[in-house]
């Protein structure tokens, strides 16, 4: 079974930064599409950021500017950089893969195959 693994998850205040990472243990994250979501309680799961296999990049609105994805082949992990964050930022973020699309534009939707477990995310004000 292919399972995604978040870290770096936890209480920053607002305006601090932290960073991310999605690994894929046991698997290679050559040629997936990666996305980053994260979800509150009560409402739906939110694509935030996303990163096709051509390298390609996506930003929801409310994070462009202060979030950045980014892919590092040789560790085989993904990451989501997050500075300049706000209490709303506050969420379980989770990681998604998909080998299926080969696509130079990625996708917010959470249309991902494979998912991790979440990180939990506080930022205080």
């Known amino acids: 079974q292919l399972q995604l693994v978040e870290s770096g998850g936890g209480l920053v205040q607002s305006g601090g930064s932290l960073r991310l990472s999605c690994a894929l243990p046991?698997?290679?994250?050559?040629?997936?599409?990666i996305g980053w979501f994260r979800q509150v309680p009560g409402k739906e799961r939110e694509g935030i950021s996303c990163?096709?296999?051509?390298?390609?990049?996506d930003y929801a609105e409310s994070v462009r500017g202060r979030f950045q994805i980014s892919r590092d082949n040789a560790k085989n992990l993904v990451y989501l950089q997050m500075n300049s964050l706000k209490p709303e930022d506050t969420a379980v973020y989770y990681c998604g893969a998909e080998w299926s699309r080969r696509s130079p534009d990625c996708t917010m939707q959470p249309h991902y195959a494979y998912w991790g477990q979440g990180a939990q995310v506080t930022v205080a004000s």
């Open positions: 990163l096709s296999v051509t390298g390609g990049t």
């Open positions: 046991g698997f290679t994250f050559e040629n997936a599409e």
